[in-house]
């Protein structure tokens, strides 16, 4: 059992950023991966970003590459999701995962357990 409580969402103008915050606490040991997902009201839950704990790949969404980086603190079992130039469309609710076994790192399935999450609201 791992419990995840994400931190770091808010309101902010377009262009922004912000800093999301994910603490896993539980077993740590072992991990695949730990993802970002995001779900805006009316929409499916959908990927955004993730990274292999051993070794530290990271993934992304085409709609947030090159303005969200995904990085982690082994020591500290977090991992952060930071975003810039945020854009109203990214408005969502933010949910961080744990993936314990291989899988599709860009799949729902592939995560174990699931943060409460955080609102991200961007203005225009």
């Known amino acids: 059992q791992v419990q995840l409580v994400e931190s770091g969402g808010g309101l902010v103008q377009a262009g922004g950023s912000l800093r999301l915050s994910c603490a896993a606490s539980g077993r740590t040991f072992r991990l695949y991966a730990m993802g970002w997902f995001r779900q805006a009201p009316g929409k499916e839950r959908e990927f955004i970003a993730a990274?292999?704990?051993?070794?530290?790949?990271?993934y992304y969404a085409d709609s947030v590459k090159g303005r969200f980086t995904i990085s982690r603190d082994n020591a500290k079992n977090t991992v952060y999701l930071q975003m810039n130039s945020l854009k109203p469309e990214d408005t969502a609710v933010y949910y961080c995962?744990?993936?314990?076994?291989?899988?599709?790192?860009?799949?729902?399935?592939?995560?174990?357990?699931w943060g409460q999450g955080t609102q991200v609201t961007v203005s225009s």
């Open positions: 995962a744990v993936a314990y076994f291989g899988g599709p790192i860009a799949s729902l399935t592939t995560y174990d357990y």
């Open positions: 990274i292999r704990w051993s070794g530290g790949s990271t």
